[in-house]
């Protein structure tokens, strides 16, 4: 039984996104959110049957935000603990406390991830007891366990630092734990990403893949209207 559980923040406007808020409206942040979503979602339906999808979400009381988008075949629960490494290990005991033997957690900010990257990542699980998405700012954005292991999301581990995945691949060797790796990707955090993912765009990288359709149409609509640029410049 495998499980994979979508860690995300409600797109809330204001709330979500805001190291963005440098270049985009607190309204423009939620909507570029709920685009990473929808595409995600667009994504899962290729191993939905294989694979069993959830979704867990911050802040708790906020769920009605973003019910409508959230697809039937989604279970969907709270996140619970006081820093990011203890809200991913709950969310990965709650999972296990189900039955499930294969879990892996991920963010909602690489919205060109493709299906077969996830059916790869639960395959390295046959041979490995944890599997790791790289980012290029040198922390993850994919990890997928075997059984529960509290050490891995040690909070000494500054989470939202560059050091992250260095750090997290030293707890699994102390440990004695086998470590593969998957796919880099840059996460959409900052100006920086957003420009690289425009980038990307333009330059056709995206041809032969499942395209992140909503993500695409709202960078190309917004830069059309030149507000990025502008802002950019001027900044």
């Known amino acids: 039984m495998k499980a994979l559980i979508l860690m995300t923040r409600v797109p809330i406007p204001g709330r979500t996104k805001t190291r963005l808020m440098e270049i985009l409206s607190g309204d423009e942040c939620a909507k570029l959110h709920k685009c990473f979503l929808m595409d995600l979602f667009n994504i899962f339906k290729f191993i939905k049957d294989d694979i069993q999808i959830f979704l867990t979400y911050t802040p708790e009381n906020s769920f009605d935000f973003m019910k409508r988008l ?9 996140q619970q ?42 395959k390295k699980l046959e041979c490995s007891d944890v599997v790791l998405g790289p980012t290029l700012d040198g922390g993850y954005y994919f990890i997928g366990m075997k059984s ?6 040690d909070s000494k581990l500054k989470w939202g630092n560059k050091s992250v995945l260095e750090g997290t691949v030293d707890i699994a060797n102390n440990l004695g734990l086998e470590v593969a790796l998957i796919n880099k990707h840059r996460d959409i955090d900052t100006k920086e990403d957003l420009f690289a993912f425009k980038q990307k765009i333009d330059s056709g990288e995206f041809k032969d893949t499942i395209l992140p359709h909503n993500t695409i149409k709202f960078i190309n609509d917004y830069w ?4 990025y640029a502008k802002r950019y410049i001027k900044g």
């Not at 529960?148 to 999301?153: I, S, T």
């Open 224 to 227: 059309s209207e030149r507000k």
């Open 70 to 78: 959230v697809p039937d075949y989604i279970e969907c629960f709270p």
């Open 148 to 153: 529960p292991c509290k050490d891995l999301f």
């Open 81 to 122: 603990g006081k820093d990011l490494g203890e809200r991913m290990y709950n969310a990965f005991n709650y999972i296990f406390d189900k039955g499930y033997k294969k879990v892996a957690l991920m963010g909602s900010d690489i919205p060109d991830i493709q299906p077969k990257e996830i059916e790869s990542s639960f």
